[in-house]
């Protein structure tokens, strides 16, 4: 009787010790997945895809002139837009994000000039691209820098109290600061600051005279929203 209780207890521990390697076994496979056809094992990387949607502040600076006309001084309307950016990650690190955006600016006479009020109305998209290098040694948190090139379209150009008004297409360039903060694996929020350097040429004609001059915008661009990674 004594051996038979013996080989039973044995025989119940060789199915215990053989159900925890077991149960060991099947969480090894879960935490350290292979590829069925290789038995390689590999790990899931976020995709170097990377979208915001932003909604922007659009401060100008107020400054620019006429050519030939001494004291003349331009000021510009400020706005609030949505702003779609599109970031592709080479490392970690090191991303390029395309900026993409529409507004409008109304243009003031200031100075010598002041007496012709709202000389016209201009709607510019300003495609931005941007190097950028993000920081990640601080958790979820994740600040980065950048800096590219802008080329600036202007369209649907109505003139106010002038005759005419054309400003003309140009390149800038632009610097810009921001952070994520991210939620989870996919999602975060996001505030950013951009500064433009945009000078465009523009042709005016006022009372028959056609002039010359330079819209000094310089913008700033702050916004605030989120960020998907796929």
Not at 23 to 51: K, Y
Not at 79 to 106: H, K, R, W
Request: contains cysteine.
């Amino acid at each position: 009787m004594a051996t038979k209780r013996m080989n039973w207890a044995r025989g119940v521990t060789a199915a215990v010790v053989l159900m925890l390697v077991g149960q060991q076994a099947a969480a090894a496979d879960l935490a350290e997945p292979c590829d069925p056809d290789q038995g390689v094992l590999f790990m899931e990387w976020p995709s170097p895809w990377q979208i915001r949607l932003r909604a922007l502040g659009v401060i100008t600076e107020d400054s620019g002139y006429v050519n030939a006309v001494p004291g003349s001084g331009l000021s510009y309307s400020n706005s609030v837009t949505p702003e779609l950016d599109i970031s592709y990650f080479f490392t970690d690190n090191v991303a390029a994000e395309l900026i993409l955006g529409t507004t409008y600016a109304n243009i003031t006479g200031q100075g010598s000039i002041g007496g012709l009020g709202n000389i016209g109305k201009v709607w510019l998209l300003p495609p931005t691209l941007t190097l950028q290098y993000h920081f990640t040694d601080f958790g979820a948190f994740e600040p980065y820098v950048g800096a590219g090139v802008n080329y600036t379209i202007f369209y649907h150009q109505e003139a106010g109290s002038a005759d005419d008004l054309k400003v003309k297409n140009t390149f800038g360039t632009a610097l810009q600061v921001g952070f994520d903060y991210k939620l989870d694996q996919h999602w975060g929020v996001n505030f950013d600051v951009k500064k433009l350097f945009l000078k465009p040429d523009f042709d005016v004609t006022v009372a028959g005279a056609k002039q010359t001059g330079k819209a000094e915008l310089d913008p700033w661009l702050i916004g605030a929203g989120v960020t998907y990674r796929f």
